[in-house]
């Protein structure tokens, strides 16, 4: 038989292993959304903003080269923020048991280009953790970047908040629904691709002729059980 597969054959395999392709389908999508209701710890997310600008004095507005260098020291600031100096404190404060290391990997910084608003972004799977993780990363960065930089210029404009309506933003269970039907799909074609590929059995008589090169000639038809015994009786009739 020729090595190669036309879409016509897979689409035949399909339709023979329909039956396959749905159980796999099926148990896959079953397997990733009991995961993600009962077994895929929830994470939330809390923010908090903070504004670095100079300090103002009274009637005196910011010009365009203050804001210049305001931007400046934002990829500066995003480094003092997630340092070991102010994460530490917040460990301490917060009593948590955990490193600055470990810590630094829940804090996310997201500026606009352009402006001078940061938010701190914080990952954990109480919501009233990342809360307060928000909050108070952004109050001793507030404090310690005075003594750090000899500078004022930190305000915290809006804290994160801890409300009953908020969500986890993981596991996404209508997303990983989604891929698992896609995956559950692909794997249940792929297996019988295969399985067709390498099934080197001769079903027919297009397979014969494919095998040998030789054009069929006749078919015998096959004779059932029923008409076996008829034919038996025929014969003894005759005789």
Not at 84 to 97: G, H, K, R, Y
């Amino acid at each position: 038989m020729e090595d190669k597969m036309s879409i016509h054959d897979l689409f035949k395999a399909i339709k023979k292993r329909l039956a396959l392709i749905i159980s796999v389908f099926l148990i896959i999508v079953t397997v990733i959304t009991l995961i993600s209701y009962f077994y895929w710890p929830p994470t939330y997310e809390a923010s908090t903003q903070i504004l670095i600008n100079q300090k103002a004095f009274e009637k005196e507005q910011l010009n365009t080269q203050d804001i210049q260098t305001n931007l400046q020291l934002i990829n500066t600031y995003n480094v003092i923020i997630k340092s070991p100096v102010i994460l530490s404190e917040v460990i301490t404060n917060l009593n948590l048991d955990t490193t600055p290391d470990l810590l630094t990997n829940k804090i996310s910084l997201i500026s606009e280009q352009n402006s001078q608003v940061v938010n701190v972004i914080v990952e954990d799977q109480e919501l009233k953790k990342a809360v307060e993780i928000a909050n108070m990363t952004a109050k001793v960065f507030q404090e310690e970047i005075s003594v750090l930089m000899n500078v004022d210029n930190v305000t915290i404009l809006s804290p994160a908040l801890d409300k009953e309506y908020i969500k986890p933003i993981s596991p996404n269970i209508p997303l990983n629904v989604v891929i698992a039907a896609v995956i559950g799909l692909i794997i249940g074609v792929g297996i019988t691709f295969i399985m067709e590929y390498f099934d080197t059995t001769v079903k027919t008589e297009m397979d014969i002729q494919e095998l040998v090169g030789i054009p069929v000639l006749g078919l015998i038809s096959p004779i059932t059980q029923k008409t076996s015994k008829k034919l038996k009786r025929g014969k003894k009739t005759s005789v």
